[in-house]
């Protein structure tokens, strides 16, 4: 019972889309100047997008980052690079960040072309422990996560 003597009204759980647009919300670091941000599985289905869709076209940003993905792959193909981890792309408009979450996702960010990558990286890291806890990785017995954004362990249930 609540002080008033009534039941605390617990407020209404968010859905994962939801959870995960929040998350990507706080995102909007000044120095970034972000322009939007989706995370995308690497099927191309759209998990979640900031800001709401009337700001911006998330399908046309998934499309690009699908781009970069298979850019980014045959390049790492070709001069062996290794397990992928995020690919920059940038323009004198703008910045197109992809950061592999895991095996089975993508954050994408637009941000402005002056923008620090540094600044990004610090700026994902920072939303890593939501998007884990909405994405359920913890559970995922196969999961390989992106070892410049987790520790080895970090995703173990507590």
Same mark, same amino acid.
């Given at each position: ?64 980052? /699908?781009?970069? +993905?298979?850019?980014?792959? %045959?390049?790492?193909? @070709?001069?062996?690079?290794?397990? $992928? #981890? ?45 998007? /884990?806890?909405? +994405?359920?990785?913890?559970? %995922?017995?196969?999961? @390989?996560?992106?070892?410049?954004? $987790? #520790? ?7």
């Amino acid at each position: 019972m609540g002080p008033d003597g009534n039941k605390p009204v617990a407020a209404p759980a968010l859905s994962r889309e939801a959870a995960l647009s929040s998350a990507l919300s706080r995102l909007s670091w000044p120095d970034l100047d972000l322009r939007w941000a989706t995370l995308v599985d690497y099927d191309g289905f759209l998990l979640a997008s900031y800001p709401p869709e009337g700001q911006f076209d998330p399908t046309q940003a998934a499309a690009a980052t /699908a781009h970069m +993905l298979i850019a980014g792959d %045959r390049a790492r193909k @070709e001069i062996e690079l290794g397990k $992928w #981890r995020f690919t920059l792309m940038v323009g004198s408009e703008m910045q197109h960040l992809a950061v592999s979450i895991n095996r089975e996702c993508v954050l994408a960010i637009g941000m402005g072309p002056m923008a620090p990558l540094g600044t990004a990286m610090n700026a994902v890291r920072e939303i890593v422990p939501e998007l /884990a806890r909405d +994405l359920d990785l913890a559970s %995922r017995r196969y999961t @390989e996560t992106n070892t410049i954004l $987790w #520790r080895p362990g970090d995703l173990r249930p507590k």
